[in-house]
Structure formats: C-alpha cells, structure tokens
C-alpha cells in the first residue's frame, strides 16, 4: 500500500511531526529522506530492505557511493541526501564542542569523535588541538586514506601544532571496518608521534582509535607512558 494510502497520522512524515523525530523507527526516518519508493513498494519498505542490505544506519550512511547505488530505486539524488543528514549531524556535534569547551569529561571526547569519525567510509586521521586549560582549540582532518607509516607525517602535526599555538594534542582516527582494535602500524605511528612533539615539549595526551561502537585509548592503556 503506498503512504498516501495509509491512515492519517501513520505516514512517517505526519508521525513525525505529531510526535517528534524519536518516534520514528530507523526505516521511517530513512523513508522521511527518501521521499519516495519504488512501483509496489513504498518508501517505508525500501528504506527496511536498505536496513536489511547493510545491516544498520551507520553502516548504510559509511557505504561507497557505487555500493549504495546499486540498490533498487537508489541513485545519486537518494545518496546525496543520505549523506547530507550525516553531514549535518556532524556538523551539530562540532558545535556541541567548540572553541573554548574544556574536556574535562572524557566521555564529550568520545562522543565527540564517534559521531565525527564512526560513520566514514575511509580512514580519517585527525587532531584536536588544545590550549594548556585543555580547552578546544580546533578540529582538524590531516590525512584521508589508508593509515600507516607513510601516510602520516609527525611533521605536519608538529606544523600544525605551532601554527595553533597548541598546549596539548589528541589525535584520533577511525577503523572503516568497525573493529576499533589498535593495529601495530597504529602503535609504531602513535610512537613518532609522541617524539615529534617532545621535541617543542607538547604532550600527547591520548590516541584515540574510533570502532562501530567503541573507541580505544591508548591512554587508558597506558601506552603513552
């Protein structure tokens, strides 16, 4: 039965706005971007069988371009405005933490940067630059790409460190593939890392490697000691 057909108040759109956004299910509000379905499915069912392709909203909104596209009835527009919520999810986190915010509470970090680095479909690798209050500096997005020993440069962040005129740092990447588990390559970078700003004696505070659903600290590892 396509939506318009349904009861009033039942379409994702007039539920919305009766109850809010958080009495929608994840396929209605997928379906609220979507607009609209397919001939004999409506937008509701389509956005359940996306859920059902990829497994959840986080891993649909992390698939490539050509993978999301290759869905029945999915093609650049539906992608783009898929990717348009994201982006202005992260954008509303960014404004939760910024300049001037003190992290004195580890888990606005961590949320913080799940939001920013947990939905990507590549590897980011970031610095959250801080003043010697541990206040927010600045967010900044260094390398994209597959994270190992070539693709960082201590220099840069270094660079970037004195440019800022950063107290401390915190840098953070993510794990595409969900399993936020430091790699050894992820250990041997941390390392030069934390060389490279002993020599203009800032500290690392913490390297923080963002998962699906969990983010790994070096810190509370004890790995930067």
């Known amino acids: 039965m396509a939506i318009r057909d349904w009861p009033d108040g039942e379409g994702p759109r007039e ?26 499915q409506n937008a509701v069912d389509m956005a359940r069988d996306m859920l059902l392709t990829f497994g959840s909203l986080r891993q649909l909104l992390a698939a490539p371009v050509e993978q999301v596209c290759r869905l029945p009835g999915v093609g650049p527009v539906k992608f783009a ?13 960014r404004e939760k933490l910024q300049r001037g915010t ?4 580890p ?7 799940m939001r920013q680095l947990a939905d990507r479909a590549y590897e980011v690798f970031a610095v959250l630059l801080l003043d010697s209050q541990h206040r927010v500096i ?21 660079r970037l ?4 005129q950063a107290a401390a740092v915190i840098v953070c990447h993510n794990h595409p ?11 041997r970078i941390t390392e030069r890392l934390k060389n490279a700003l002993t020599t203009i004696d800032v500290p690392l505070l913490d390297h923080m490697v963002v998962g699906d659903c969990e983010i790994v600290s070096f810190a509370e590892r004890g790995w930067l000691e």
Do not use: C, H, W
């Open 15 to 40: 539920k919305m706005l009766q109850q809010g956004a958080g009495g929608l299910s994840d396929a209605e509000l997928l379906a609220v971007l979507l607009r609209s379905g397919l001939p004999g």
């Open 102 to 105: 003190v992290l004195t509470n």
């Open 161 to 164: 460190v004195l440019e800022k």
């Open 138 to 158: 600045q967010f900044v997005e260094l390398f994209r790409g597959t994270l190992d020993a070539a693709s960082v440069y201590p220099r840069e962040v270094v």
């Open 81 to 93: 405005q898929l990717q348009a919520a994201a982006e202005i999810s992260r954008r509303i986190s």
């Open 177 to 187: 593939s969900g399993v936020a588990e430091p790699s050894l390559a992820d250990r």
């Open 107 to 113: 888990d606005l970090t961590r949320d913080y940067l």
